[in-house]
Each structure stands twice: as C-alpha cells, then as structure tokens.
C-alpha cells in the first residue's frame, strides 16, 4: 500500500452538485502556497475523469489518487 | 482598450449577426412587455434588470459599428462604442439574464434577449472577460475528450461501484450487466453527469424497461454554451457525438441537465442518431408499458418545476406531466401555462458560478419562491442539475419547507414489477 502523502489543506467535496468539486478544488488551491498540497475527498464517479483533466487544464499535479469504495480521494500539488 | 483589441471584439460580434440577429437588434419598439416578464425585474425592480435595458447595451454598439447612422452621426443615433467600461455593462447585463426566454414569449415581436446576450458573452470571452471559472470548467471538459486513456479504468471501476445500488432499486437479471459502459451496438446511450445521482436512477429505469443502452464516458453539461464560446461548446458537444458514432447507437438520451439537453438537440447537427431528453425516454416506456409506476409511494401534493432550457427552450413540457400523472396523487401546477412559468434564476452558468452569485440568485428569484409556496406542495421535483441546486437554495433561504428532488429518482423509486 502506497504511503499516504501529508497534505496541508483537506477538503470535503462528497456529495456536491456538478460542478461544484471542481469549482471548489480549483478555488481551494488557492489557498495553500505553490509546492504545497491538498487532499480532496469526492463521491463523484465523474471525479475520476474530471480532476485528472482539470490538473491537466490548470498546469497543477495529482500526486496519488486512492479508491476507497464510492470515495476517491486526489493528492494534488499546486504547482502554478 | 486598444484599437487592435476592438477590431479583433467587433469582428466577433459580426459573426453573430445572422438575419434572425440582426432582426432583433433592430425591431424593439420598447413597448415595454418585457418589463415584468424577467424574474429578476419582478423580483428586484431595477431598471437594468428589464430585458430590453440588457438588450440596447449590445443594440448600441451594434448602431455605432455597423449602421451607417451609428458611423455619420453617432450623437442622433443612440449609439455607443465599445470600451472598457461597455464591457462592465455588457458582464453585468449578461451575467444578470439567465437565458430563460421568458421575456421573448412575451415580447410582441419574439425578440430574443438571450441571443442578444450571447454577443455580450462572446465579447467578454474576446476580451478575456468573462467568469474565468466557466472557461476553466468547459477546458476540463474538453480536456477529458482528448485523454480518454487516462481516466477509462478508473471511471469503469468508480461506475462499478456504484451497481449495487442499482440494484437495490432494481433488481438485475441473470447475465445482465447492471451499468453497461463502451457497449457498441447499444441501441441508447446515456449521457449522465459527474454524480452518482445522475446515473443511479437513470440505470434502474433503463433496466426495468429492459433498455439496450450503454454509459457515456463523458458528463453531459455543456460549459462552452454557459460561457457563451462557440468553439468551446463545440469541442464539448463533438466528444459525445464521437462516441455516439463510434458505438453505433439509435439515440443519444440526455440526462436531467438543461442545457446539454438543448445543445445536443439544436446544436449537433444531423446526424444518424435521434437526441431525447432522460424525461422523454421515461414518458415512452411508460406510454409502452416496459415500466409502471406505484401513485401511492407518492401521496404528499408535488409540483413540478419546467426547467427552461427543457421546456419553454426546447419543448418538453406534456412528457413530465405524463409521467407526473402516473406518479404522484396530488399534482400541483405551479403556473396555468407552463411555457410562462418563471425561471428558478440559476440559469445561464449563475448556479456553477456557486457561491459568487448565491446572494443575486437568492433576491432575483424571488418570484420564484412565491410561486412555489403559493402551490402548498410538500415536494417540487424537476429535470434539470442546475434548477435542482437554486430550487434547493431558494428552499433554503425562504424557508419553503419544500423538498426538491429529481423527476428521474422519483421515478425509479416508485418503479414495480
């Protein structure tokens, strides 16, 4: 099993209507320093698609993505 | 703003004007109609809230820059030129008209604000304007298009996990499988949002009606069409018409999303497959008989709220009252003609622009408050993400007391045997 990365921010995204974990994650981001990370936690299936794409579109970086039933929690760095 | 900046906008604007365009910026009489057909006038009685004011903002520059009267005597002919501050007027305009069309049923000429408007958005999205979180989310949307590979395993695995759930609201056959993702040669393919809400309901239907249908890979709202950049919405609505093509399906069923629903309808062209609403499909097995429904797990008065984009935009208005009238023993109208019902006011990328605009969605959807509680009904159901989220913060903030739920869950949990 993969050790678990020390994050600096969590955010609780479960259950939030489209398109608000990647409203919310994007803003989130924000407020930890560049190089820092956040944990974000999701119930979306479509979260697996849209946090990757939404890293992608940002210049930001997943760091581990770990399934753990109908939750999906995203290690991301900021990175911009 | 530099010359070079306002040549590159005004050939923008020129792109939008179609005869039907140039139509509506020319025909206002300001007989004032409109006045009171805006939610956000009848709730918050401003005079830039009145849909023709929203309009003569786009109307103006349109006399300066391309009516010789506009050119040879600016002063006589009301006209304005594009600047900075126009561009504050045209954000404010544009981000305050949620493109409900309800003024346009009124208009006396059919003018159609919300088109007007989509000259102001595009002009914001020239001059790198607009709400940058639109553009972040419709480029994540086209993002996820071309890399496909990158999330495939894991969004099979997330979906999954969801069938048991499925399950729970419908049993599956032996053999069956419960979610069916990349199935060529399926007569329907689904197209959900990001939420497990949006796809567990909607697959219990679909096998209770014993539907061949398959998954799409990707969520259908369309934030290229909130933004107002053609380009992008197109990019977006190109991923789901590529996959309908690749698996070869009959029709492409849209999940309860407004706006998805009325850009694959009007804006993907034709093509070898037929586009419904998830509404439409439901009120068809119904009709068939390959679903029945129980009327008593729903005693409580219900009222339905037309999502716009469903309804007055694109017609679906007698398909949820079908359905309605097989579910719910007290079905409440919430207006005697439902093509003038008002707007929940989250429309037109307010409700994904989240907490920015929850204080103007609160005051500007007034009306909208009233008219449900005026009904009495304990629950309000509805076909639309966006319309469920407003409706949800307006129960909230008028303390309605109201429950608001999906048409599609109301209907998969009142399904028998």
Redesign the interface.
């Known amino acids: 099993m993969a050790e678990e990365i020390k994050a600096d921010k969590s955010m609780d995204l479960k259950g939030?209507?489209?398109?608000?974990?990647?409203?919310?994650i994007?803003k989130g981001i924000k407020d930890v320093a560049v190089g820092e990370v956040v944990m974000c936690e999701t119930?979306?299936?479509?979260?697996?698609?849209?946090f990757?794409?939404?890293a992608?579109?940002?210049g930001n970086e997943i760091l581990q993505?770990v399934?753990e039933?109908?939750t999906?929690k995203f290690y991301i760095k900021r990175k911009v | 703003m530099d010359e070079q900046t306002r040549q590159d906008l005004l050939k923008l604007f020129e792109s939008k004007l179609n005869q039907a365009m140039r139509l509506y910026l020319e025909t206002c009489s300001r007989c004032g109609v409109c006045t009171q057909a805006c939610h956000v006038y009848a709730s918050m009685p401003q005079a830039k809230y009145i849909a023709a004011y929203r309009a003569e903002i786009v109307r103006r520059i349109y006399k300066k820059y391309f009516k010789k009267q506009g050119e040879l005597m600016p002063s006589l002919g009301e006209s304005k030129s594009l600047t900075d501050m126009a561009l504050t007027e045209l954000y404010e305009a544009a981000y305050s008209c949620t493109g409900c069309r309800r003024c346009m049923v009124y208009c006396p000429f059919g003018i159609d604000t919300q088109m007007i408007m989509s000259i102001a958005k595009l002009l914001l999205v020239g001059a790198h304007a607009e709400p940058e979180i639109l553009t972040m989310l419709a480029d994540t949307s086209i993002a996820k298009g071309e890399s496909l590979d990158i999330f495939r395993e894991g969004f099979l695995a997330s979906v999954k996990n969801l069938e048991a759930q499925v399950v729970e609201k419908w049993k599956a056959e032996a053999g069956e499988t419960v979610i069916p993702v990349d199935k060529e040669g399926a007569d329907l393919l689904y197209v959900a949002l990001a939420g497990a809400h949006s796809i567990i309901p909607a697959a219990a239907v679909f096998n209770a009606a014993k539907e061949n249908w398959t998954l799409s890979f990707f969520e259908a709202v369309n934030f290229g069409a909130f933004v107002g950049d053609p380009s992008r919405t197109k990019l977006i609505l190109n991923r789901i018409v590529g996959e309908a093509l690749r698996l070869k399906v009959k029709e492409v069923c849209i999940c309860e999303c407004g706006t998805a629903f009325r850009v694959m309808k009007q804006l993907s062209g034709k093509q070898p497959f037929k586009v419904s609403s998830v509404t439409e499909v439901h009120a068809r097995y119904l009709r068939e008989g390959r679903i029945k429904l129980d009327k008593s797990r729903n005693p409580e008065p219900v009222t339905y709220h037309d999502p716009c984009q469903i309804a007055r935009n694109a017609g679906i208005i007698d398909e949820p009252r079908y359905i309605l009238k097989h579910l719910v023993q007290d079905y409440r109208e919430l207006a005697p003609e439902p093509i003038y019902n008002w707007c929940c006011g989250g429309g037109g990328g307010l409700v994904a622009l989240g907490e920015d605009t929850l204080d103007f969605r609160m005051k500007s959807a007034k009306v909208k408050a009233e008219q449900i509680k005026k009904t009495g009904a304990k629950t309000v159901c509805t076909a639309c993400e966006n319309c469920h989220t407003q409706l949800s913060d307006l129960s909230a903030h008028y303390q309605l007391g109201t429950e608001v739920k999906f048409l599609t869950s109301m209907v998969a949990d009142s399904l028998v045997k």
């Open positions: 939030l209507p489209c398109p608000m974990p990647v409203v919310k994007s119930s979306d299936p479509g979260a697996l698609a849209d990757p794409a939404w992608k579109t940002s993505t399934q039933g109908n999906v």
